[in-house]
C-alpha cells in the first residue's frame, strides 16, 4: 500500500485499476446447458434482422444458448452507424429491385444472397467470446473438407491466408450478447461487385460530381479480396456446411446438452411482437435515417464549378451552403455565386433544407441554382427515401 | 420443433414472467467496496463521494465547504465499465439521453462501438443525467466518466444490487410446493419485505424493468391477499431464513431410461389463464387437422399367453445382443408383416384426398411420453429388419427421446403408427391418425384374465387390448378387420410368424 503512495499519479492509476478491477472480478461465466440451433426458414432479410433482433430481446440467454442459422434472397446489408449513401450505389440497388436494410450491430456493408450463410451467435453477455465462436466455425470446415483456413486479428475467417470468405459483427448489452458472421459458401460474385460498387458520382452520369467530399464520422467498410468456399471445393453445398457448423456448435457443451436443429418459422404468431420489429427495420427512416451527421461538398460543372456544401443530420438536409473559394476574403458563398454566376438564384437553396437527401443531391442543387424548376424537388433515387 | 418449443413456451412468456433463467447476478458496485471505511488510497474520488455517511469525517481534507445537505441528490460520475477483451478506447456513436433527462436504473444511456462490437451502456442508478462527458464520434476511455448522474434524495434502492435469486425465500404451508425453483429479480429490501409478510415471491407479478419486483407489488399483493381470498390453512410461520441467501443446488436430473412420474401437486389458489403456446399450440394445429379426417374404429382382443411364456428366452437370448427385449419390437415386426398382406393401409392420403400413394417402406412410428410431451418417431424400414434390429432401434429412438434430442430425421417419414397407451395404463382406446397416415393402432395394457381354454375349462390367459382408427375414406371396415386378423394370428401363435418373416 505504500508503493501506492509513492507511486507516479499514472502507475497508480493502474495499479488502482487493476486493484478494482481484482476485486470487481466477475466470476467464470458459466457453461450453458442446452444449445439450440434455429434454422430460419424465411429469405427475407428484414424478417431475419427482426428474428435476430427478438431472440435478442426476448430470450434470456446463459443456460440455454442459441445458433440462429439464416440466408437472405439478394440483398444488402450496411452495419448500424454507417453512411448508405458512401457504401452504396443506391440509385444502382434501387433500379435492381435489391433492398437495402441496416442491421442492428456494427461493422461493414456485406452482400447477401442464397449462396451466403449467416451464423448468429447468442449467448448471455459473461460468455461472449468471439474468437471461440470464429475458430468454432474454422474447425468445422477445416474438419469437414480440408481448407486452408485461418482467424485473423481483424476476426476475419481467410482461405488459403488471402481470402476473406466471413465478415463479424457483434451487439451487446447488458445481459445479452450476439456475435454474427457471414459466410460466403457459393455467393454470385459477379452481383457482389456491382452491388458493392462505391459510387464515384453522385447519380447523374453525364456531369461529374465525385463523391469524395462525403466527410462523415460512420464506419467505413474495409474492401478486402473474397472467394467462395465453393471454389475449387465441389463437394461443398449449403446443407452439408450448416450441418456441419451446426454438429460443431451443439457438442460444445457435451452431448446431454445438445437439444438439436429446429427450423423456425418467424411468423409473428409464434414470436409476437415480430412484424413491429420488421416494420420497424423496413422503415426508410430507419435504413436512412439513422445516418450519423455528415457533409457532401461537390462541384457543380455547370455553375462554374462552384462549390456546394450540404449538411445531412438523420438524412435530412440541414443546411446547403455554397462554398467560397479560400482566396476570396470575408465574402459569403451567396455573394460569391452571385458575382461569378448573376443569373443564379442561390436564395433558392435554402428551399431544400429539411428535405431528404438523396444520392441525386448535386444535380437537384444544380436544377435549383440555375432556376430550373419543376424537377428539384424529386429524388429520383430510391423512391422509399420520400416515404420517409 | 416440438422439443425446443417447450424450452420456448417457458421462456416465451411475457418479459415481465417470473420464470427468468439466469444465475446470481451479483455485480460487486462502489457500495460493496465501501462497506467498511477504507483508507484513502484506495477509495477514489468516485467512492469516496458514495462512501460518505452523515456525520463521518471524510478521510482527505476537504476542499470545498459543505453548505447543504450532500445527500440531498447527491451527483455521481459513472464510469464506462470494461467492454471486455482488453478495449480502453470506444467511440460513442449515440446518445439515448441528453442532459437534464431523468433514468433509471437499466436504462439505455448510449451505443459505443469497439471495431466490430456494437455496445449498449445502460445506467447503473436512478436519477437525473447532469453531465454528458463526450459527444458523439468521441474517443471515449474505459474506467474514466461517461455521464454525471444525480441521484434522487432518498433512494436508497439506487445503491442496493438488484439480486436474481431464487424465489423461494419463505415456504409457506405445507400444502404449498413449488413446481420448479424460479428466480426472480428484487433487491434485498423488497426480500425482507416479503420474508416478514410471509410472501412467496414466485407468486408475484413484478412490474418493473424486466419483470423486477417492486416494493408496491409486494404490499399490492399482501393487500389482495388479505382482502379476498379464503385464509390458507397454513402451518405456523416458518423460520426467518437468514439474510444472506443461497442459491439451492439443482434438482438431481432424473435417470434418463424411466420416465419419472409427475410427483408434484399444485395448489391453485385461483384460476390460471396462460396463453396456449409452443408445444401445445403445435398439436392444436396437428389435431385440428387431423379432425378433417373421417375415422372409424376396431378393436379386438389377442391372447399373448404363448408369447408371454416365450419371453424368459427370447429375453435370454437378446441380452445376448445387449438388447433390452420387450414386446413392442414383436408386435412392431407382427404389424409390419401383416401391411405386407395389406399395403393399403400403408399408404398415405393428399390433403383433398385425390391421390392415394402406396409407400413401399414401412416406417412405423411409435408414440412416445417423454418429458417434454407427445412424440411419435418412427422406425425406418421395418420389413427389412429382425426384431431384434427392431429393438435396438427402439432402444435408442427412446432413449434419445427421454433427453429430447430427437431429430427431425428420426420424427419424419411415417407411415403407419402404434401407440403403446398400455405401458401407462389402459385398455381400450380410440387413437387419432396423424396425416397423411391413414391409419393408427393403440396396444393396451396385457393383463392376466379369465379365459376359457378349448375344452371349455376356465384358463389364465394373458390378453392385450387392440384398436385401430383408420381414415374411413380410403380404408373400409373390412380391410382393417382382416388386417387385424392377421396380426392377431401373428401375435398368437408366433410360431406362424417364424414362418413367413422375411
Request: aromatic letters at 6%; glycine letters at 6%; proline letters at 7%.
Given at each position: 500500500m505504500s508503493s501506492l503512495l509513492l507511486a507516479r499519479p499514472s502507475v497508480r492509476l493502474l495499479l488502482l485499476a487493476a486493484g478494482r478491477r481484482a476485486l470487481s472480478a466477475r466470476p467464470a461465466a458459466p457453461q450453458p446447458e442446452a444449445l439450440s440451433v434455429f434454422l430460419s426458414q424465411s429469405h427475407n432479410v428484414f424478417t431475419n434482422l427482426a428474428l435476430e433482433d427478438w431472440l435478442y430481446r426476448n430470450f434470456r440467454f446463459g443456460r440455454h444458448n442459441l445458433l440462429m442459422v439464416w440466408r437472405n434472397a439478394p440483398c444488402v446489408v450496411i452495419g448500424r452507424h454507417q453512411n448508405p449513401w458512401r457504401e452504396v450505389d443506391t440509385h444502382h440497388l434501387h433500379a435492381a429491385g435489391m433492398p437495402l436494410a441496416r442491421r442492428n450491430s456494427g461493422g461493414g456493408t456485406v452482400y447477401h444472397d442464397l449462396g451466403n450463410l449467416n451464423l448468429t451467435f447468442f449467448s448471455a453477455r459473461e460468455q461472449y467470446d468471439r474468437s471461440a465462436n470464429l475458430h468454432l466455425v474454422a474447425d468445422a470446415l477445416r474438419q469437414g473438407w480440408g481448407f486452408d483456413i485461418t482467424v485473423n486479428e481483424r476476426d476475419d475467417i481467410l482461405l488459403d491466408g488471402a481470402f476473406k470468405v466471413s465478415g463479424t459483427a457483434a451487439k451487446l448489452t447488458r445481459n445479452t450478447a450476439y456475435h454474427h458472421l457471414t459466410l460466403m459458401v457459393n455467393v454470385d460474385t459477379d452481383s457482389l461487385h456491382r452491388s458493392l460498387e462505391r459510387p464515384l458520382y453522385s447519380g447523374h452520369r453525364s456531369l461529374e460530381w465525385p463523391l469524395h467530399g462525403l466527410k462523415s464520422g460512420a464506419t467505413e467498410s474495409v474492401p478486402a479480396p473474397v472467394r467462395n468456399l465453393a471454389d475449387g471445393a465441389p463437394s461443398v453445398s449449403m446443407d452439408k456446411i450448416v450441418a456441419a457448423i451446426g454438429q460443431m456448435y451443439l457438442k460444445q457443451a457435451g452431448k446431454q446438452a445438445s437439444r438439436g436443429f429446429q427450423m423456425v418459422n418467424p411468423s409473428d404468431e409464434w414470436f409476437p411482437g415480430l412484424a413491429a420489429l420488421e416494420a420497424g427495420l423496413a422503415d426508410p427512416g430507419w435504413v436512412y435515417g439513422k445516418t450519423p451527421r455528415f457533409s457532401h461538398t461537390f462541384r457543380l460543372a455547370a455553375c462554374s464549378n462552384v462549390e456546394v456544401e450540404v449538411q445531412v443530420e438523420k438524412g435530412l438536409i440541414t443546411s446547403v451552403q455554397p462554398l467560397p473559394p479560400d482566396n476570396s476574403a470575408g465574402v459569403s458563398g451567396t455573394e460569391w455565386v452571385r458575382s461569378i454566376l448573376p443569373s443564379a438564384f442561390p436564395e433558392l437553396l435554402a428551399s431544400l433544407v429539411g428535405e431528404k437527401y438523396c444520392a441525386d443531391i448535386a444535380r437537384r442543387t444544380e436544377t435549383l441554382l440555375l432556376g430550373h424548376t419543376g424537377s428539384a424537388d424529386t429524388c429520383r433515387s430510391d423512391r422509399r427515401i420520400l416515404a420517409m | 420443433m416440438a422439443l425446443l418449443l417447450t424450452h420456448l413456451s417457458r421462456r416465451l412468456q411475457p418479459t415481465h414472467s417470473l420464470q427468468l433463467a439466469g444465475r446470481a447476478l451479483s455485480r460487486s458496485s462502489s457500495a460493496r467496496l465501501c462497506s467498511a471505511p477504507l483508507p484513502s488510497p484506495l477509495c477514489d474520488e468516485h467512492s469516496r463521494r458514495v462512501c460518505r455517511r452523515p456525520g463521518a469525517a471524510p478521510a482527505l481534507a476537504v476542499r470545498r465547504l459543505h453548505t447543504g445537505d450532500r445527500r440531498a441528490g447527491k451527483v455521481v460520475p459513472f464510469l464506462l465499465s470494461d467492454i471486455g477483451e482488453g478495449i480502453v478506447e470506444v467511440v460513442i456513436k449515440e446518445w439515448y439521453v441528453k442532459e437534464g433527462d431523468s433514468v433509471s436504473q437499466f436504462d439505455s444511456l448510449c451505443e459505443v462501438q469497439s471495431d466490430k462490437a456494437s455496445v449498449t451502456i445502460t445506467s447503473r442508478y436512478d436519477g437525473v443525467v447532469r453531465k454528458l462527458y463526450y459527444s458523439v464520434d468521441d474517443m471515449a476511455r474505459v474506467g474514466q466518466p461517461l455521464v454525471d448522474i444525480e441521484s434522487e434524495p432518498g433512494s436508497s434502492d439506487s445503491e442496493d444490487e438488484v439480486q436474481e435469486r431464487d424465489a423461494i425465500a419463505v415456504v409457506g404451508g405445507e400444502h404449498y410446493v413449488l413446481p420448479t425453483p424460479t428466480k426472480v429479480l428484487t433487491t434485498p429490501a423488497v426480500r425482507r419485505i416479503a420474508m416478514e409478510n410471509n410472501v412467496v415471491l414466485g407468486e408475484v407479478r413484478g412490474t418493473g424493468k424486466d419483470g423486477r419486483i417492486l416494493k408496491e407489488d409486494v404490499?399490492?399483493?399482501?393487500?389482495?391477499?388479505?382482502?379476498?381470498?379464503?385464509?390458507?390453512?397454513?402451518?405456523?410461520?416458518?423460520?426467518?431464513?437468514?439474510?444472506?441467501?443461497?442459491?439451492?443446488?439443482?434438482?438431481?436430473?432424473?435417470?434418463?431410461?424411466?420416465?419419472?412420474?409427475?410427483?408434484?401437486?399444485?395448489?391453485?389458489?385461483?384460476?390460471?389463464?396462460?396463453?396456449?403456446?409452443?408445444?401445445?399450440?403445435?398439436?392444436?394445429?396437428?389435431?385440428?387437422?387431423?379432425?378433417?379426417?373421417?375415422?372409424?374404429?376396431?378393436?379386438?382382443?389377442?391372447?399373448?399367453?404363448?408369447?408371454?411364456?416365450?419371453?424368459?428366452?427370447?429375453?435370454?437370448?437378446?441380452?445376448?445382443?445387449?438388447?433390452?427385449?420387450?414386446?413392442?419390437?414383436?408386435?412392431?415386426?407382427?404389424?409390419?408383416?401383416?401391411?405386407?398382406?395389406?399395403?393399403?393401409?400403408?399408404?398415405?392420403?393428399?390433403?383433398?384426398?385425390?391421390?392415394?400413394?402406396?409407400?413401399?417402406?414401412?416406417?412405423?412410428?411409435?408414440?412416445?411420453?417423454?418429458?417434454?410431451?407427445?412424440?411419435?418417431?418412427?422406425?425406418?424400414?421395418?420389413?427389412?429388419?429382425?426384431?431384434?434390429?427392431?429393438?435396438?432401434?427402439?432402444?435408442?429412438?427412446?432413449?434419445?427421446?427421454?433427453?429430447?434430442?430427437?431429430?427431425?430425421?428420426?420424427?419424419?417419414?411415417?407411415?403407419?403408427?402404434?401407440?403403446?397407451?398400455?405401458?401407462?395404463?389402459?385398455?381400450?382406446?380410440?387413437?387419432?391418425?396423424?396425416?397423411?397416415?391413414?391409419?393408427?393402432?393403440?396396444?393396451?395394457?396385457?393383463?392376466?384374465?379369465?379365459?376359457?381354454?378349448?375344452?371349455?375349462?376356465?384358463?389364465?390367459?394373458?390378453?392385450?387390448?387392440?384398436?385401430?382408427?383408420?381414415?374411413?375414406?380410403?380404408?373400409?371396415?373390412?380391410?382393417?378387420?382382416?388386417?387385424?386378423?392377421?396380426?392377431?394370428?401373428?401375435?398368437?401363435?408366433?410360431?406362424?410368424?417364424?414362418?413367413?418373416?422375411?
Open positions: - | 404490499l399490492r399483493y399482501v393487500q389482495e391477499k388479505e382482502k379476498g381470498k379464503p385464509p390458507k390453512e397454513t402451518a405456523p410461520a416458518a423460520p426467518k431464513k437468514p439474510a444472506v441467501q443461497e442459491v439451492p443446488k439443482e434438482a438431481p436430473k432424473a435417470p434418463v431410461e424411466t420416465v419419472a412420474p409427475r410427483a408434484q401437486t399444485v395448489l391453485l389458489a385461483e384460476d390460471k389463464t396462460a396463453p396456449v403456446s409452443g408445444f401445445t399450440k403445435a398439436m392444436v394445429k396437428a389435431m385440428k387437422l387431423s379432425m378433417t379426417v373421417p375415422h372409424f374404429g376396431y378393436c379386438d382382443e389377442i391372447e399373448m399367453t404363448t408369447l408371454v411364456n416365450l419371453r424368459p428366452a427370447l429375453k435370454k437370448s437378446a441380452e445376448a445382443f445387449g438388447v433390452k427385449f420387450s414386446y413392442m419390437p414383436v408386435i412392431i415386426k407382427a404389424c409390419s408383416m401383416a401391411l405386407l398382406q395389406y399395403p393399403v393401409l400403408n399408404a398415405s392420403v393428399d390433403a383433398a384426398c385425390e391421390n392415394i400413394t402406396y409407400k413401399a417402406s414401412h416406417n412405423i412410428g411409435i408414440a412416445m411420453d417423454t418429458p417434454n410431451g407427445l412424440v411419435v418417431p418412427n422406425v425406418k424400414q421395418v420389413q427389412n429388419l429382425t426384431v431384434l434390429e427392431v429393438a435396438q432401434e427402439l432402444n435408442r429412438l427412446q432413449a434419445l427421446g427421454a433427453r429430447g434430442q430427437l431429430t427431425a430425421a428420426d420424427l419424419a417419414g411415417g407411415t403407419f403408427s402404434l401407440s403403446n397407451i398400455g405401458a401407462i395404463g389402459g385398455t381400450y382406446a380410440k387413437p387419432v391418425i396423424v396425416p397423411p397416415e391413414v391409419a393408427i393402432g393403440a396396444i393396451g395394457r396385457i393383463q392376466k384374465l379369465p379365459r376359457f381354454a378349448a375344452d371349455g375349462s376356465v384358463v389364465a390367459a394373458h390378453v392385450m387390448q387392440v384398436s385401430w382408427s383408420a381414415d374411413h375414406r380410403v380404408i373400409d371396415g373390412a380391410t382393417m378387420a382382416r388386417f387385424s386378423n392377421v396380426m392377431k394370428a401373428f401375435l398368437e401363435q408366433p410360431a406362424a410368424m417364424l414362418l413367413q418373416m422375411k
